[in-house]
C-alpha cells in the first residue's frame, strides 16, 4: 500500500492552472523523484501537498489512507509530512542549535529528540562545528545540510525535498545526494525528492515521474527514465 | 569613504563644504537666531555659538582623523582648512545677507542674523575673515586633541557636553536642586562662569573614572558564580525599583509630567514590540488601539453624554479598566482576522487605515452624542481607592509605574517562551515556519492582540490622567512614534523600548528650546541612528550577533566548498 498518495491534484494560481491532475505515490521506504523543466509544476506540487497551497475539492492527498487535503500546513507537519522548502530557506537569525530545535517544534517525545540529533551531526559533522553559529552565516551547502537536518528533527513520515542541489557547486550537491541516499538506506526515511538535476535524481531513486506544464508525461523506474531517449533528450542534455 | 586612494586636502576642503552647507541650513531654519536667547555661560557662551563651532569642531575632527590614517604630517591642514571651510561658507551667507535682500525667499535671513554669525562687534569683510580664522583655530583645536590619550579626550567631552546640558535644562534643574546650588550655578539666564567650571570639572572627573570602570566591572560580573550573580542582578532590580519609587519626589509636578508622558510610550512600545519587534508584522496604525481604551475609559466614566448614560451605567476608573483593555483586545482580533492573511508592506498600509477610520468616526459628526465629536469628552473618571483620589501627575506616575512593570513582566516572559519562539520564527520566514507546524493565523493572531491590550491599557490611563481628551490626541503620528522608539531603542529589545521613549519622547520635553524644531532634530537623530546604530541603543542580543558576527564572517561565506562527506556509521 502506498505510504502517500495523491488523485488528480490541481492547482490554481487564479486564472492560472498549473497542477492539471496530478497522480502519484511514494511506497515505504522509497525515494521518488519528481523531475522537470522550469515552471513545470515541481515545486507547486510540494507546496500543494504540505498545506500550503488551497486544492479544489475534486484532488486527493492521503497519507496512509488518511486524508491530508484540507488540512492547514501546521496540520500537515503534525502527521509527519515535513517539507524542505526550495532555497534553503533556513532562519537566518538564529543559530543552528535554534533552528533544529524549531524543526522538532511538534513533537513531544525529548528522549527520541535528542536521539535524532545525535543521527543528525553524526550525518552532518559540519553542523555539529558550527552549533552556535548564526545560520545565516553558514556557506550554501552547509545551510542546505542545515534545512535537511532541521526537517528531520521533526521524525518525518514523509520528507519533501524541492531543489536540494539549487545553486550548490557540483562536488557539493554530490555530498548531498550521498546523504539522501544514507539517510534513506540507514533510516529507512521515505523521501519525495523534486529535482531540476534530473540525472543525479535519478540515480538515487527508485522511481520517477516527469512533469510538464502540470501534467505526469511519464512515469516508471528510475534506470529505465534515466535511459529513455525522450527524457535523455529533454532533461539529460542528449 | 573606505576607498583606498589616499586623502588629500581637496577631501578636507569637500568635507568643510558639507559642514559648510549644514551651517547654513541651521541658519536658515532659524535655529541659530533661537539659539542666540539660550545663554548656555552667561553673558559668555549661547547656545547658537556652540551649535555654530560645535559643527566645525565636528568637521575638523573628523577630517583630521581621516587624513591622519594616510600621513600625520597633512592632519593639522587638512583640519584646519576643512573647519575654515565650513566657517568660510558661513561667512558668506552673513556677507550675502548684507548685499542682497534674501527676505522674500528665507524669511529668516535678516540683519539680525548677519550680526549674530560674525563674531563679536565685527562686520562685513573684517568679520567674515576673523570667522575663518576662528574656523581655522577650531582645526587646530581638533588637531591638537588626537595628541590626548582616549580617556582624557572623553572626559573634555563629557565635562563640555554637561556644561552644554545643564545651561539648556535650566529651568527644569532649578525648581529640583536646593536653592543654595542654584544660586551657586545658575544666573538669570545662563550658568554662572564658576557653576561652568564646576559641573566642567564634575564631569569630567566621573566621564574619566566610567571609562576607566566600566570594562572591568562588566567582566567581573561575568565572573562571578551563577547564584551570587543571580543575587547581584536581585539586588539591582531593588534598588532600580527604589529609585523609580522615589522618583516623583525627586522630579517634581513637572518632571513628573514628562515621566508619565515617557510611560504611556513605554507601555505602547512595549505592546508594538510584540507585533513588529518579535512577529516582524509592521502595523502603522497601532494608534487605533490606544484610541480604543482611551474612548471606552471616558465614555463609561463620564458623567456627560447623556445618551449613553442612558444606555450603560456611569462606572468608575477601576470598574471600567478591564473594559477598556478588554475593548482593545477584541479590537486587535477583529481587525486581526481579515488582515493577517496579508503580508510587509499591505499588512503596514491595512493598519494605517484602520488607524484613520478610528480616528474619523471619534472625530464624526453623526457618532457625536456617543463619542463627543470634535470636542471630546471631558469629566473622566480617576482612580480612587477609599478616600483618595489619583489627580495629579505625581500620583498618576505610580499607576503607569505599576503598569509598565505588568507590561514588562508579560512581555519578557512570552519572549522567553514557546510562544516568543514561534514567533520569531514566523518573523524569519512565514512559509518555513508553517512547515514547522506553526500556527500562523493563530499565533500571529496572538501577537496582534497582546499588542492591542497594552496599547489599550496605556490608552485607558492617559485618558484617565488626563481627565478630558479630544480626537486630535489620536493621530498617525502616535503610530509613527511609538515605531520609532522601538527602532531608535532597538527592535525586539524590552530595555531597548525603554531607552528608545526616554531619548525620543522625554528629550524633547526637557529640551524646550528645541520644541520648535524638535521634528527637525527628530528626522536627524533618526537618519544618524539609521546610518551608524542601526540596531538600535539597547539591542537585542541576537541582533548584535547578527550585525556584527555577520561582518566578520562574510570573507568566508560560500567559498569553503570543500566537499562535506557523510559520515559513514
Known amino acids: 500500500m502506498a505510504l502517500l498518495e495523491i488523485q488528480n491534484l490541481h492547482v490554481y494560481y487564479g486564472q492560472i492552472h498549473a497542477l492539471k491532475g496530478i497522480d502519484l505515490h511514494v511506497d515505504q521506504g522509497e525515494i521518488v523523484t519528481l523531475i522537470g523543466g522550469n515552471g513545470a509544476g515541481k515545486t507547486t506540487t510540494l507546496r500543494a501537498i504540505s498545506g500550503l497551497l488551497r486544492t479544489p475539492e475534486e484532488s486527493k492527498i492521503k497519507l496512509q489512507n488518511e486524508e491530508l487535503t484540507r488540512l492547514r500546513a501546521h496540520h500537515v507537519v503534525e502527521r509527519g509530512v515535513i517539507h524542505v522548502p526550495e532555497g534553503r530557506r533556513v532562519f537566518a537569525r538564529m543559530s543552528v542549535q535554534e533552528n533544529l530545535t524549531m524543526g522538532a517544534y511538534a513533537r513531544a517525545d525529548r528522549s527520541g529528540m535528542d536521539g535524532d540529533l545525535d543521527f543528525i551531526f553524526q550525518l552532518f559533522p559540519r553542523l555539529k562545528e558550527r552549533r552556535a553559529q548564526l545560520a545565516g552565516t553558514l556557506s550554501g551547502g552547509e545551510q542546505q545540510m542545515l534545512a535537511m537536518g532541521r526537517a528531520l528533527m521533526g521524525n518525518p513520515k514523509v520528507l519533501l525535498l524541492d531543489e536540494p542541489s539549487m545553486g550548490l557547486a557540483p562536488v557539493l550537491v554530490e555530498a548531498i545526494f550521498d546523504t539522501i541516499e544514507l539517510l534513506n538506506k540507514q533510516r529507512g526515511t521515505t523521501i519525495l525528492l523534486v529535482e531540476q538535476n534530473a540525472l543525479m535524481a535519478l540515480q538515487i531513486a527508485s522511481r520517477g515521474y516527469v512533469i510538464e506544464t502540470g501534467h505526469i508525461v511519464l512515469s516508471g523506474d528510475a534506470r529505465a527514465l534515466s535511459t529513455d531517449p525522450r527524457v535523455r533528450e529533454a532533461y539529460l542534455g542528449g | 569613504m573606505k576607498s583606498d586612494r589616499p586623502f588629500t586636502l581637496v577631501d578636507a576642503a569637500k568635507l568643510g563644504l558639507y559642514g559648510g552647507i549644514s551651517a547654513i541650513l541651521i541658519s536658515l531654519v532659524g535655529m541659530t537666531a533661537a539659539f542666540a536667547k539660550t545663554a548656555i555661560i552667561a553673558d559668555l557662551l549661547t547656545m547658537a555659538q556652540v551649535l555654530i563651532y560645535g559643527l566645525a569642531f565636528m568637521v575638523g575632527f573628523v577630517v583630521v582623523g581621516r587624513a591622519a590614517r594616510g600621513s600625520r604630517g597633512l592632519a593639522l591642514p587638512a583640519g584646519a582648512l576643512a573647519s575654515a571651510v565650513t566657517m568660510l561658507s558661513l561667512s558668506l551667507l552673513a556677507l550675502l545677507i548684507g548685499a542682497v535682500n534674501l527676505r522674500t525667499i528665507f524669511t529668516n535671513a535678516t540683519a539680525e542674523l548677519a550680526n549674530l554669525i560674525l563674531p563679536g562687534e565685527t562686520s562685513g569683510l573684517a568679520g567674515a575673515l576673523l570667522l575663518t580664522g576662528a574656523g581655522a583655530a577650531v582645526g587646530l583645536v581638533a588637531w591638537l586633541l588626537t595628541f590626548v590619550p582616549t580617556r582624557i579626550r572623553n572626559g573634555l567631552f563629557g565635562g563640555i557636553a554637561a556644561v552644554v546640558l545643564f545651561g539648556l535644562m535650566q529651568d527644569v534643574l532649578v525648581p529640583i536642586l536646593p536653592k543654595s546650588v542654584d544660586d551657586f550655578l545658575f544666573e538669570s539666564k545662563g550658568l554662572t562662569w564658576v557653576g561652568a567650571v564646576v559641573v566642567f570639572v564634575l564631569f569630567f572627573i566621573l566621564s574619566y573614572l566610567y571609562a576607566m570602570r566600566s570594562q572591568v566591572r562588566i567582566s567581573r560580573l561575568d565572573k562571578l558564580p551563577p547564584q551570587q550573580r543571580q543575587i547581584a542582578r536581585f539586588a539591582f532590580t531593588l534598588v532600580a525599583l527604589i529609585i523609580l519609587t522615589l522618583l516623583p519626589r525627586i522630579l517634581g509636578p513637572f518632571l513628573s509630567e514628562v515621566a508619565n508622558q515617557v510611560g504611556f510610550y513605554i507601555i505602547m512600545a512595549l505592546g508594538l514590540n510584540v507585533v513588529v519587534g518579535f512577529a516582524g508584522m509592521l ?60 503580508r510587509g508592506d499591505y499588512l503596514a498600509i491595512i493598519t494605517l487605515g484602520f488607524g484613520e477610520i478610528i480616528r474619523l468616526l471619534v472625530l464624526s459628526d453623526a457618532l457625536k452624542p456617543f463619542l463627543g465629536g470634535a470636542q471630546g469628552i471631558t469629566g473622566v473618571g480617576r482612580p480612587k481607592i477609599d478616600d483618595f483620589t489619583a489627580t495629579n501627575p505625581q500620583q498618576f506616575y505610580y499607576l503607569i509605574l505599576v503598569a509598565i512593570v505588568v507590561a514588562w513582566f508579560i512581555t519578557s516572559r512570552l519572549k522567553s517562551s514557546r510562544l516568543g519562539r514561534s514567533w520569531m520564527a514566523i518573523r524569519e520566514d512565514e512559509d518555513v515556519a508553517a512547515a514547522m507546524s506553526i500556527n500562523l493565523v493563530g499565533y500571529k493572531l496572538l501577537a496582534f492582540a497582546t499588542g492591542a491590550t497594552l496599547a489599550g491599557l496605556s490608552g485607558a490611563l492617559f485618558a484617565s490622567k488626563l481627565g478630558s481628551m479630544v480626537p486630535a490626541s489620536f493621530n498617525v503620528l502616535v503610530s509613527i512614534n511609538v515605531l520609532a522608539v522601538l527602532i531608535v531603542g532597538g527592535m525586539g529589545s524590552l530595555p531597548g523600548a525603554v531607552v528608545g521613549a526616554i531619548v525620543l519622547i522625554g528629550l524633547p520635553e526637557l529640551l524646550r528650546e528645541f520644541n520648535e524644531f524638535r521634528w527637525w532634530v527628530y528626522g536627524a537623530v533618526l537618519v544618524f541612528m539609521m546610518l551608524n546604530k542601526p540596531e538600535g541603543l539597547w539591542p537585542e542580543a541576537t541582533r548584535v550577533r547578527e550585525l556584527h558576527e555577520a561582518e566578520a564572517e562574510h570573507t568566508h561565506v560560500d567559498d569553503d566548498a570543500s566537499p562535506t562527506a557523510p559520515a559513514t556509521a
Open chain 2, 283 to 342: 502595523d502603522l496604525g497601532y494608534v487605533a488601539f490606544y484610541a480604543i481604551g482611551a474612548y471606552t475609559m471616558a465614555v463609561l466614566t463620564t458623567p456627560e453624554l447623556p445618551i449613553m448614560r442612558e444606555i450603560l451605567p456611569q462606572l468608575t476608573f477601576w470598574e471600567a479598566l478591564p473594559f477598556a483593555v478588554g475593548a482593545a483586545l477584541l479590537a486587535g482580533i477583529l481587525l486581526g482576522i481579515p488582515v493577517l492573511k496579508t
